[in-house]
């Protein structure tokens, strides 16, 4: 695995160190030494805290409290959703300890984003127009001298296109977290079918309804500053059994007689096939509402409610490749799944949906496919 070239961010430390918020021995020692307090009083302005060392630098926070706090801050900044930690590992290592100092205390947050933050890193950057280095190296605080010790081949000024390696704000850590992820999934259930001689061929009943099972994967997820660099499936369990769903399916022979009777006693108001310049699937039949509709031949009721232009509508499918509708019914008599025999009363003649009056409007269907039913009842 590459690594990235990561480096502390000097500028951001010496502006940090000004603040009196971070100390680091490599800066302390090339500075000029001022007069020496007297002892006493540097007893006197000393207060307890932890320094926390990482690499060069040296921060300090007010107890051991706060170090735990910005640890576990750290390990859940970078920790998956969901996923526990097994081990945390930190490069450079971060060295904790109780002392005195004078120095800033740095408060939990202060420190957290230190560490964020605190670090530079390799990138490159492409330049979307013509611009000095000066105004390049500004953007990534940076001096011209540092971007032309990292480009043996600078120019300047950029053009448009050109590239150019630059130090990008970075972590001053590497946060190596081992985590384990447990996730579920669903279970499909199987449909268990079950032949029922009362019931006849087609229809279909639920008898009891099916329920997914869940499956628990656990993964190993392993990652350096929040991106995975390994996930590995570890173990499968099931925690929750599926349920058969179980299906009641009729083997009796359909009542359908392979001939269809007249459904209702009316006048034809409108013949099959083109009309007001539309076509016309089926024939209407004037009668008054409440006028009984029968069923032209026996079958299984599959629709029973509104649709639409057809208002009212019952579709009866006779399962031998035929099928009838009846629309603009003002009432039904039967609902969807029920099987009902040649003649039986099936609903009352209406005028609901796009209607000029009562009226039964009668379609017969083939394979689907719309048929003139006057060339299967007689009026």
């Known amino acids: 695995m590459n690594k990235i070239r990561r480096t502390i961010n000097v500028g951001a430390l010496t502006a940090i160190m000004a603040a009196g918020m971070v100390h680091s021995p490599v800066f302390a020692a090339q500075a000029p ?7 006493a009083a540097e007893a006197q302005k000393a207060t307890e805290a932890v320094s926390v060392t990482v690499g060069d630098a040296v921060f300090y926070l007010k107890n051991s409290a706060d170090y735990d706090a910005l640890m576990a801050k750290l390990q859940n900044h970078f920790k998956a959703e969901g996923a526990t930690v097994r081990r945390m590992d930190i490069e450079p290592e971060i060295k904790a300890e109780a002392v005195k100092t004078e120095e800033k205390i740095l408060t939990v947050d202060e420190a957290f984003k230190l560490l964020l933050t605190g670090g530079r890193e390799e990138a490159v950057y492409v330049a979307e127009e013509t611009e000095s280095l000066e105004s390049v190296a500004k953007k990534f605080n940076m001096t011209v001298d540092e971007i032309k010790a990292l480009n043996a081949n600078w120019e300047d000024p950029l053009h448009k296109g050109s590239k150019i390696n630059v130090l990008k704000p970075a972590p001053m850590v590497t946060v190596t977290l081992e985590q384990e992820k447990k996730a579920q999934s669903p279970v499909a259930f199987k449909t268990v079918k079950k032949e029922d001689s009362n019931q006849v061929k087609s229809v279909k009943k639920v008898l009891r309804a099916g329920k997914a099972g869940a499956l628990e994967t656990t993964t190993r997820v392993e990652s350096e500053n929040g991106k995975v660099t390994a996930s590995v499936t570890e173990a499968s369990r099931l925690v929750q059994e599926p349920v058969d769903e179980i299906v009641a399916v009729g083997t009796k022979e359909g009542l359908a007689t392979g001939s269809f009777m007249t459904p209702t006693v009316g006048r034809l108001s ?7 310049g539309r076509f016309h699937y089926g024939v209407d ?3 008054a509402t409440g006028t009984d509709v029968l069923a032209a031949d026996g079958g299984v009721v599959t629709r029973a409610g ?10 009866i499918d006779h399962q031998n490749g035929t099928s009838t509708r009846y629309a603009h019914l003002s009432a039904f008599n039967v609902k969807a799944g029920d099987v009902v025999q040649k003649g039986q009363s099936i609903g009352k003649i209406g005028s609901t949906g796009r209607s000029t009056g009562p009226h039964l409007h009668f379609e017969v269907r083939v394979g689907g496919v719309a048929k003139n039913p006057l060339d299967f009842i007689k009026l």
């Open 270 to 276: 409108s013949p099959f096939g083109p009309r007001w």
């Open 33 to 39: 030494a001022e007069n020496p307090a007297p002892v």
């Open 285 to 287: 039949l004037a009668n």
């Open 306 to 315: 509104m649709a639409g232009s057809y208002g009212n509508l019952i579709i």
